[in-house]
């Protein structure tokens, strides 16, 4: 089934939403991150963490659901198909890699900074779990960003075809 021209850049603007909505997301914890580790108040630290993790709950799981059902429709239903080219490939790698911590790193590391946090009341205890989250932020920024370029510029052409012999 091949898609009419209207229904595929409307799919294509659905697509770019959800992926522009992961990478507001994780802008968005990148800046929280930063001032939750510069700051010396943790009530600011606590709510830091708390947003964190409202949005691992809420909106970093319907953007990662949403762009990734739009891709399989546009693999599916585009002539870029699943394995055609080894830009969407690579793509796809990374996208089931961006799920799982998307869905499950970022809730579990918002929570455990925030246990952790209320638990000891001090701010100072938390620097490996900081920095597994920090780790986790610049991991999703840079994959969403490359993911944006290979977009883009679709580099590495199709797949050889292979002969039957």
Known sequence: ????????????????????????NMTTFLILSITSATTDDV????????????????????ATIGTTITG??????TKWGFFKFKWVIVKEVLTVFLIVLNIWGMYGLTLNNLQEL??????YNLSESQLTLWAGVIIQLISLIFIFGISVFKPWG????RLNK
């Open 72 to 77: 399989i429709l546009l693999s599916l239903w």
């Open 118 to 123: 209320t638990v000891t009341g001090n701010g």
């Open 1 to 24: 089934m091949k898609l009419s021209m209207t229904a595929r850049r409307g799919l294509i603007t659905l697509h770019i939403l959800f992926a522009a909505i992961m990478l507001g």
């Open 158 to 161: 199709q797949r050889k075809k």
């Open 43 to 62: 009530s600011v630290m606590k709510s830091c963490y708390a947003i964190m993790h409202v949005l691992s709950k809420t909106s970093i799981k319907a």
